[in-house]
């Protein structure tokens, strides 16, 4: 049976990869060259300690704080907008203990078997992506972030993933460029992290060279259902229109999936978290070792494939657009030596700056499982910040869905139709 997947980023390659290794026919649509978004320009972190959802007691607080800071790292654009007062009531109403005390054991097994697979994956002959075990540093200027990142770390240990409080001495061993009045850190010795770009060409190469078929420039305008099934989708390649006919169907389009959602009659409340990366050489003697948060600037730094060092931040509510804003720019390059001294970064030109959408969903988790009315349809998307993360995991759910086999994880909170 041939599966078709909407979206060519990492969730669709990966669903594409565990579905081709157990014997199925796969095609891939992608509406763009399939040369960028979301998928490449990120931090690539593997990140077994983010197991606590964005939708946080106190997190609507601290956003309404940051929104009146034009170089904060964390933004919604006011605008009267339906859906984003939706999304917003159900953010607010997530951001409860209840409900993120039931999502970190979730998050947190959906990322160890994420992580596993990685390990698998980078052992392959001829499949290199720069994959690193180094762990992950919480860096805390102050005495103040330390205290509330010591806990957080306390919970961590209690799920069962390594959390260590470094005092400043022992930071300096580990990380000997970091400015000396950084208070400390918490370090997730589990954590990894790879070279999105890398990994992104090793599995096209690897899909490819294995038959799966890729139409990119394709856009899926409308889905055509028929007997409680998904019959075929009406789609614009080179400004034509074509039909192609569907056997099972995976969604996989990141922030655009409300709106194929929607054709399907399911409510899928998303937003796109606009954030931005900048990618430079490593400096020689000042080589950074380990990834870290910059956590008062949210801000992530990856040692990445050899000599590069990549700097991702911000998180933009603020709709599906190509709009560049320079201050949170500037504001990620700014806090970049308030810890390394020695990171002095050149603000690059506007059409330099690589940005990406993270599809968010409000409360945190992935949106991973069936349709209930329409039985060859599949939603696999609202990775938010954690999508390289949980992408061959949820590669590996969607496959075992396809498959009809029973999931390695329980998928009850990842329902794409909790908000039905
Ligand atoms: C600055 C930044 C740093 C990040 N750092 C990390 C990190 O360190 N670790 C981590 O785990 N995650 C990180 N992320 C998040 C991660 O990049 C995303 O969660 C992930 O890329 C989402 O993958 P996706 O496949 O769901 O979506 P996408 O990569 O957006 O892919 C969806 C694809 O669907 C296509 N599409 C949409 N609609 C249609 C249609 N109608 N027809 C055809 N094609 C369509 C789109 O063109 C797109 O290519 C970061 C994100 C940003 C912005």
Same mark, same amino acid.
């Given at each position: 049976m041939k599966t078709t997947i909407i979206g060519g980023g990492l969730i669709g390659l990966f669903s594409a990869y565990y579905l081709k290794k157990n014997g199925h026919d796969v095609v891939i649509i992608e509406q763009s060259s399939g040369e960028d978004g979301c998928s490449f320009g990120n931090a690539g972190m593997v990140v077994p300690s983010h197991f606590i959802p964005l939708a946080v007691p106190g997190m609507i607080e601290k956003g309404i704080r940051w929104m @009146? =800071?034009? *170089? #904060?790292?964390f933004y919604v654009k006011p605008r009267l907008n339906l859906d984003l007062l939706s999304w917003g009531m159900k953010f607010y109403k997530a951001a409860n203990k209840k409900q993120v005390e039931e999502a970190m054991p979730a998050l947190r097994d959906i990322s160890l078997l994420s992580k596993s697979l990685y390990q698998e994956l980078s052992k392959?002959?001829? @499949? =290199? @992506? #720069?994959? *690193?075990?180094?762990g992950l540093m919480m860096l805390c200027k102050t005495n103040h972030t330390l205290e509330e990142e010591a806990i957080v770390a306390e919970q961590a240990n209690l799920l069962g993933i390594k959390a260590k409080v470094l005092s400043q001495s022992e930071l300096h061993t580990l990380e000997p460029e970091v400015r000396p009045e950084v208070a400390g850190a918490v370090f997730y010795e589990g954590d990894a992290h790879l070279y999105p770009n890398q990994l992104l060409a090793k599995l096209k190469e690897y899909l490819v060279q294995n038959g799966v078929e890729f139409l990119y %420039?394709? *856009?899926?305008k409308t889905i055509h259902l028929e007997n409680n099934r998904v019959k075929s989708l009406d789609v614009w390649q080179e400004s034509r229109s074509e039909i192609i006919s569907v056997e099972n169907l995976i969604i996989a389009t990141g922030s655009w999936s409300q709106l194929l959602a929607k054709q399907l009659g399911i409510n899928l409340p998303m937003q796109a978290g606009k954030g931005y990366s900048i990618t430079a050489e490593q400096k020689n003697g000042k080589k950074l070792n380990i990834p870290s948060i910059l956590l008062e600037a949210r801000v992530a730094i990856t040692p990445m494939s050899e000599n590069l060092i990549r700097f991702g931040g911000t998180m933009e509510i !603020? !709709?599906? %657009? %190509? +709009?560049? %804003?320079m201050n949170r720019v500037k504001g990620i390059i700014k806090s970049v030596p308030q810890y390394f001294p020695d990171y002095q970064l050149e603000t690059p030109a506007k059409e330099k700056v690589w940005y990406g959408l993270r599809p968010c969903s409000p409360d945190g988790l992935p949106y991973i499982g069936r349709s209930s009315n329409l039985s060859n349809v599949i939603i696999a998307s609202g +990775?938010?910040?954690m999508g390289l993360s949980l992408a061959p995991g949820t590669g590996h759910l969607v496959q075992q869905l396809v498959d009809n086999i029973p999931t390695s994880l329980n998928l009850k909170l990842y329902n794409p139709e909790r908000y039905a």
């Open positions: @009146f =800071d034009a *170089e #904060s790292p392959m002959k001829d @499949f =290199d @992506f #720069s994959f *690193e075990e180094k %420039n394709t *856009e899926v !603020g !709709g599906i %657009n %190509n +709009h560049i %804003n +990775h938010a910040m």
